[in-house]
């Protein structure tokens, strides 16, 4: 029933590292180019990473550029984010969708806490 389910969230300590999953419905996967969001309390969402529908090509936020990385694999209609040198201001709910984000509901996203 769920189009778009993420996992892979925990609490680190700064520097520490967190692989995210995301798997989402064929028929999203393979016809949009995606993104992670996430969305820290009392902020507003915000673009984290997006790749092509390819793979071929990404984009990241100024902040996590160079710790980031973000990937897809459409046999299993799974996008991830690798994240390493985690700081304290990553500290959010984390979550996938297509880019941009106005077609699709949101699912119910990871917790990731970085402490200090």
């Known amino acids: 029933q769920r189009q778009l389910v993420e996992s892979g969230g925990g609490l680190v300590q700064a520097g520490g590292s967190l692989r995210l999953s995301c798997a989402a419905s064929?028929?999203?996967?393979?016809?949009?180019?995606m993104g992670w969001y996430r969305q820290a309390p009392e902020k507003q969402r915000e673009l984290v990473a997006t790749?092509?529908?390819?793979?071929?090509?990404?984009t990241y936020a100024d902040s996590v550029k160079g710790r980031f990385t973000i990937s897809r694999d459409d046999a299993r209609n799974t996008m991830y984010l690798q994240m390493n040198s985690l700081k304290p201001e990553d500290t959010a709910v984390y979550y996938c969708?297509?880019?941009?984000?106005?077609?699709?509901?949101w699912g119910q996203g990871t917790q990731v806490t970085v402490s200090s």
């Open positions: 969708n297509a880019y941009p984000s106005i077609r699709y509901a």
């Open positions: 064929r028929s999203i996967f393979v016809s949009n180019r």
């Open positions: 790749i092509s529908t390819s793979g071929g090509e990404t």
